[in-house]
């Protein structure tokens, strides 16, 4: 089992910048492929970014350029910096992990709580 608390999100103006962050307990972090989803009202739950154990980065084409996710292994720690946050970006964001990668939520065994990020026009 994998333990995976999200922190970090808020209320921000469009334009502003947010960090989450991902906790991660349980089996060995540094194993797993760590993912970021998020869901708005009334959608679906959507890929964001993707981090291989190798430090390969995917992004969805929506945050490309705008957000960064990364690793610490010796904190078993994801993050995820959003810069130039729109309001089409507010959701509930969601960390995964999983052996694979893939963008297809199901597929990610560990979810976290998820963490609301409301991004003001």
């Known amino acids: 089992q994998v333990q995976l608390v999200e922190s970090g999100g808020g209320l921000v103006q469009a334009g502003d910048s947010l960090r989450l962050s991902c906790a991660a307990s349980?089996?060995?972090?540094?194993?797993?492929?760590m993912g970021w989803f998020r869901q708005a009202p009334g959608k679906e739950r959507l890929f964001v970014a993707a981090?291989?154990?190798?430090?390969?980065?995917y992004y969805a084409d929506s945050v490309k350029g705008r957000f960064t996710i990364s690793r610490d292994n010796a904190k078993s720690t994801v993050i995820l910096d959003m810069n130039n946050l729109k309001p089409d970006d507010t959701a509930v964001y969601y960390c995964?992990?999983?052996?694979?990668?893939?963008?297809?939520?199901?597929?990610?065994?560990?979810w976290g709580q998820g963490t609301q990020v409301t991004v003001s026009s």
């Open positions: 349980g089996r060995t972090f540094s194993s797993y492929t």
């Open positions: 981090m291989r154990v190798s430090g390969a980065q």
């Open positions: 995964a992990a999983d052996r694979s990668l893939t963008t297809i939520p199901a597929n990610w065994a560990y």
